[in-house]
């Protein structure tokens, strides 16, 4: 049961490791392009990696801009 509640963002964290790869990128995971709140910042030196990168200009990506 706990595989089915979890498939859609295991989806959705599957379709942003692909995009990055095709855009010849070594994957970095960030849970706010998925819709993960990282309250405690766990993922922030990775999300910084992303940004020094530009994945949010990449259009390839699609990611949308930061509010």
Partial sequence: MAIVLISP???KIFQ?????????????F???TVGI?????????????KKRRGDYQNSQLGY???K
């Fill in 9 to 11: 963002m295991a989806f």
């Fill in 30 to 32: 960030d849970p706010a």
């Fill in 37 to 49: 709140e990282d309250p405690n910042g766990v993922w922030t030196e990775w999300v910084e990696k």
């Fill in 64 to 66: 949308r801009p930061e």
């Fill in 16 to 28: 942003d490791y692909e995009k990055q790869r095709r855009a010849g990128l070594d994957p970095i």
